[in-house]
Structure formats: structure tokens, C-alpha cells
């Protein structure tokens, strides 16, 4: 099982990134796909989550309105794009994967936003 995240990098403030993760070794379309984050000295958080069909997502209410989740399930990947980014949204961001008590988890990669 892999999950590979991409798009990570250093973007201003108001600035745009879209993180995509290549799933692999696992049936994509039956499990839910979430991205998380994780800032310095903080916990992990759900920043985003979408069902295996894509007909359900949610977000946390940090990043509603400025974030959207998506996912294409002919090429095992999930997205994040995000917009509006804030200095507050600097972090590693974690794919991950989920079906009942299975969950994978991606490397990570680095967002971060500054000036």
C-alpha cells in the first residue's frame, strides 16, 4: 500500500497550492480519503475528508469556503486545492486512507505560507 503526496511548497499569503496523493496497492474506490495536518508543537487535525464516491465531504471549519476536497477514482488520486491560504494553514499535510478499521497514512508534505 502506497500513498504519495505532492504539491506541497512555499506560497505567499492569499496564494493558491493543490496537493494531489497517488494511491496504490489497495481498492481506491471503496475507501474513504481524508487529508489531515499537522503544525509544529500541534496535533494532528482533519482538514478535509470525502467519501469513496465522492458524494460526501466535509470540512473543518477552518478551511470551509477556502478549501476543496476531491477525489478521481480512474487514477487512485485524491486532491486538495486550496486557496486563500493563511500563514495559520502552515503545516504537514498527511493523505489518508479509511474503510471501516483499515486506515493508511501518506509521508506527508510540507505546506507553508509566508511572505
Known amino acids: 500500500v502506497q500513498l504519495v503526496e505532492s504539491g506541497g511548497g512555499l506560497v505567499q499569503p492569499g496564494g493558491s497550492l493543490r496537493l494531489s496523493c497517488a494511491a496504490s496497492?489497495?481498492?481506491?474506490?471503496?475507501?474513504?480519503m481524508n487529508w489531515y495536518r499537522q503544525a509544529p508543537g500541534k496535533e494532528r487535525e482533519l482538514v478535509a475528508g470525502?467519501?469513496?464516491?465522492?458524494?460526501?465531504?466535509n470540512y473543518a471549519d477552518s478551511v470551509k469556503g477556502r478549501f476543496t476536497i476531491s477525489r478521481d477514482n480512474a487514477k487512485n488520486t485524491v486532491y486538495l486545492q486550496m486557496n486563500s491560504l493563511k500563514s495559520e494553514d502552515t503545516a504537514v499535510y498527511y493523505c489518508?486512507?479509511?474503510?471501516?478499521?483499515?486506515?493508511?497514512w501518506g509521508q506527508g508534505t510540507q505546506v507553508t505560507v509566508s511572505s
Open positions: 496497492g489497495f481498492t481506491f474506490s471503496a475507501y474513504g
Open positions: 489518508n486512507a479509511k474503510r471501516l478499521s483499515r486506515m493508511y
Open positions: 470525502i467519501s469513496n464516491g465522492g458524494g460526501s465531504r
